[in-house]
């Protein structure tokens, strides 16, 4: 009996030597739960800090790309225009205001370039006009939104009567965009390579007429 009492009260303290092991791994665990947490809220806020960095960042490149456009737009465009400058919308919006809604005239505001220039012999003679006007829109990369939209806002300055070409520039473009440009007759500029000049004339004709 005194064996057997021994051996039960062994057998107690080893049951309660696990019940602590066991309290101690549970308290082990949620501390590992805790630190999971906290290097997970650190990770998120980490992200987001990278996120915003990657775009202030892509904002950059694409101030900075469009202030290559700005200050050598011959260099750019010289192909296909003389005498190009860079126009302030401020300069022509008398006459816009007089032919556009509210609504239209706020989505010319942020059109990136305005240039005006003189036509190309060649393409002058197509185009039956010599003055020119470039509706700008530059991306790193180009895509079917962007031709969209330069598209949209070369239609609204033609309609307003500045002859435009839409012209949508950068360092490089999606097959997509590439098709979209082709269709609409809008112009791909990159790296001193033109497409499109044909189909644009085209199109801004066909919208005069």
């Known amino acids: 009996m005194e064996e057997l009492a021994e ?28 630190a999971q947490k906290r ?26 790309l469009e202030m290559q456009y700005r200050q050598r737009a011959f260099g750019f465009f010289g192909q296909i225009v003389s005498r190009v400058r860079v126009v302030d919308l401020q300069e022509i919006w008398p006459e816009l205001e007089q032919r556009l809604t509210e609504q239209e005239l706020e989505a010319l505001l942020s059109l990136d370039i305005l240039l005006s220039g003189r036509l190309k ?9 010599s003055d020119v006007w470039l509706a700008v829109e530059v991306s790193g990369v180009v895509d079917v939104e962007d031709v969209q939209r330069v598209w949209k806002r070369a239609e609204l300055l033609h309609r307003a009567g500045f002859w435009t070409l839409a012209v949508a520039a ?21 790296d001193g390579q033109i497409e499109f000049v044909e189909q644009a004339v085209a199109a801004a004709k066909g919208t005069s007429s």
């Open 39 to 64: 290097t997970e809220e650190e990770l998120r806020t980490l992200t987001k800090r990278v996120d915003k960095l990657s775009g202030e960042l892509g904002n950059l490149r694409g101030d900075m």
């Open 170 to 190: 950068g360092n490089q473009w999606t097959e997509g965009a590439k098709q979209e440009a082709a269709e609409k007759g809008v112009v791909l500029q990159r």
């Open 121 to 129: 012999a060649g393409w002058a003679a197509q185009a039956g006009v």
């Open 7 to 34: 051996a039960q009260k062994r057998t107690e303290q080893r049951v309660e030597e696990l019940a602590e092991a066991q309290k101690r791994t549970e308290q082990r665990v949620e501390e590992l739960a805790e």
